[in-house]
């Protein structure tokens, strides 16, 4: 019982930054563990991020490692994530998920309820 809404992707140069946003209805935000994924042009969507509820336990894609990083502010019910070092291959729409009371944070899209629409993210060459 939450919807997803994504901001904050647009176009930018390899090598420069960029913070999604995704901002949740509701009054639960805090029992949800919260995913970003992603999914390219031909590719399959893939995990990139995600946090458990309280963002004690964090996971990351190897690829994205000491680039991106992952945080939610219940308060806001807004998960982030911040993007640096980008790379012509990070393109992609990239998705806000969440589980409702998961254990953990969850890496694999079919664990999740809800998604958001996406936002497009394009890094230059």
């Known amino acids: 019982q939450v919807q997803l809404v994504e901001s904050g992707g647009g176009l930018v140069q390899a090598g420069g930054s960029l913070r999604l946003s995704c901002a949740a209805s509701?009054?639960?935000?805090?029992?949800?563990?919260m995913g970003w994924f992603r999914q390219a042009p031909g590719k399959e969507r893939e995990f990139v991020a995600a946090?458990?509820?309280?963002?004690?336990?964090?996971y990351y894609a190897d690829s994205v490692k000491g680039r991106f990083t992952i945080s939610r502010d219940n308060a806001k019910n807004t998960v982030y994530l911040q993007m640096n070092s980008l790379k012509p291959e990070d393109t992609a729409v990239y998705y806000c998920?969440?589980?409702?009371?998961?254990?953990?944070?969850?890496?694999?899209?079919?664990?999740?309820?809800?998604w958001g629409q996406g936002t497009q993210v394009t890094v230059s060459s």
């Open positions: 998920a969440a589980k409702q009371t998961a254990w953990g944070a969850p890496r694999t899209s079919s664990e999740y309820d809800y």
């Open positions: 509701g009054r639960t935000f805090s029992r949800y563990a």
């Open positions: 946090i458990s509820l309280s963002g004690g336990s964090l």
